[in-house]
Nanobody, 125 residues
């Protein structure tokens, strides 16, 4: 039984950068699609960035395209999200997730069966 643990959140100013990490413990997700999601008060959880099992394919929400970069290192069981040019609207709780039965990109929430506990990102304007 595995688990995911996020780290790297914090309070920054608009225009700053942050790097989030997601580390897998207890099992490997090297054959699983993974993604970063975020949730803000009063809104449903939404995907931010997705990545295939190998890391060769990625997909971004329009709101973060060109500013965020998702990557993974399967040898170290780590997935990362580099966030540049942060905006106040990027504020939220960021979750990493793994879809253990999927290798291709998927934005379907129900495909993700492993979730981290979330890390808070706050961007002040």
């Amino acid at each position: 039984q595995g688990r995911l643990v996020e780290s790297g959140g914090g309070l920054v100013q608009a225009g700053d950068s942050l790097r989030l990490s997601c580390t897998a413990f207890g099992r490997t997700f090297s054959n699983s699609a993974m993604g970063w999601f975020r949730q803000t008060p009063g809104k449903e959880r939404e995907y931010v960035a997705l990545i295939t099992w190998s890391g060769a394919g990625t997909h971004y929400a329009d709101s973060v395209k060109g500013r965020f970069t998702i990557s993974r290192d399967n040898n170290r069981n780590i997935m990362s999200l580099q966030m540049d040019s942060l905006k106040a609207e990027d504020t939220g709780v960021y979750y990493c997730a793994a879809a253990s039965s999927q290798r291709a990109l998927t934005a379907r929430m129900y495909d993700y069966d492993y979730w981290g506990q979330g890390t808070q990102v706050t961007v002040s304007s």
